[in-house]
């Protein structure tokens, strides 16, 4: 996994859990579904390339 990979990936997932705080501090459910919608979509990415990782060696 590169480390521009890396970074986007943990960027996507701070982005994700910022926004599912803001909707749990406010009470906006849509918000917190859509954090948590991100956080999620950031894990799928992080284990694909992990899983690239293992093919390359």
Do not use: P
């Not at 996994?1 to 599912?20: C, F, H, P, Q």
């Amino acid at each position: 996994m590169s480390a521009s990979d890396k970074a986007s990936n943990a960027a996507e997932d701070l982005k994700g859990r910022v926004t599912e705080a803001v909707g749990k501090a406010t009470n906006d459910d849509s918000k917190v579904a859509e954090g948590k919608g991100e956080q999620a979509s950031a894990s799928a990415k992080k284990a694909g390339e992990n899983i690239k990782d293992v093919f390359k060696k």
